[in-house]
């Protein structure tokens, strides 16, 4: 399972660099180190997504487990190299996302973030995650990166779309739809 941190602080990233998990050390900004460290920053905001009150304990379920592929997709990601996800990763999101969104009428408009504190959280943890996904993609011209977790992180994001628009149904909430402004002068 590797080292437990009985210190937290250790300095060796006082120079600006860091340790991957095959023992190199590289710059903070690698970008590398960018798609793990967005890909965490998404899984602290799926946290805060179950944290949030009106996540019902099936999205939060499903959140929970998607936390722990997460963590095995960022330790994936800081060893060059390693594959943890795989295409069954990717088909069970498929599946969940299949399942959620049978019961949602069909979108006609755009929606914006909103409707609720947990279908904005849900928001936030899906821009997160299109965002981790373009570092993937920008790690991916430089260095090898596993197929599967770049389809992962896309399918990923369309359920965390999905799920925030259920939670915004949820508790009397209703989702916000784009209202396009006119043109100047129209």
């Given at each position: 399972m590797g080292n437990r941190l009985s210190k937290i602080y250790t300095r060796t990233g006082d120079d600006g660099s860091t340790g991957l998990g095959d023992g190199r050390r590289v710059a903070k900004d690698d970008p590398r180190v960018e798609a793990y460290g967005t890909v965490d920053e998404l899984n602290s905001a799926i946290g805060l997504v179950?944290?949030?009150?009106?996540?019902?304990?099936?999205?939060?379920?499903?959140?929970?487990?998607?936390?722990?592929?997460?963590?095995?997709?960022?330790?994936?990601?800081?060893?060059?190299?390693?594959?943890?996800?795989?295409?069954?990763?990717?088909?069970?999101?498929?599946?969940?996302?299949?399942?959620?969104?049978?019961?949602?009428?069909?979108?006609?408009?755009?929606?914006?973030?909103?409707?609720?504190?947990?279908?904005?959280?849900?928001?936030?943890?899906?821009?997160?995650?299109?965002?981790?996904?373009?570092?993937?993609?920008s790690l991916s011209r430089l260095e090898a990166v596993n197929p599967a977790s770049l389809r992962y992180l896309n399918r990923l994001s369309d359920l965390l779309f999905v799920l925030a628009r259920i939670l915004a149904r949820q508790e009397g909430g209703s989702e916000v739809l784009w209202q396009p402004r006119p043109p100047p002068g129209a």
């Amino acid at each position: 399972m590797g080292n437990r941190l009985s210190k937290i602080y250790t300095r060796t990233g006082d120079d600006g660099s860091t340790g991957l998990g095959d023992g190199r050390r590289v710059a903070k900004d690698d970008p590398r180190v960018e798609a793990y460290g967005t890909v965490d920053e998404l899984n602290s905001a799926i946290g805060l997504v179950i944290a949030t009150p009106g996540a019902d304990a099936a999205v939060a379920g499903c959140l929970a487990d998607i936390q722990h592929e997460l963590f095995d997709l960022g330790g994936e990601l800081s060893v060059p190299g390693r594959d943890v996800i795989d295409d069954a990763a990717v088909t069970r999101l498929e599946q969940v996302l299949d399942r959620f969104n049978a019961g949602l009428p069909p979108l006609r408009d755009f929606i914006l973030p909103g409707g609720s504190q947990a279908a904005a959280a849900c928001h936030v943890a899906r821009s997160l995650c299109r965002r981790a996904e373009r570092r993937c993609y920008s790690l991916s011209r430089l260095e090898a990166v596993n197929p599967a977790s770049l389809r992962y992180l896309n399918r990923l994001s369309d359920l965390l779309f999905v799920l925030a628009r259920i939670l915004a149904r949820q508790e009397g909430g209703s989702e916000v739809l784009w209202q396009p402004r006119p043109p100047p002068g129209a």
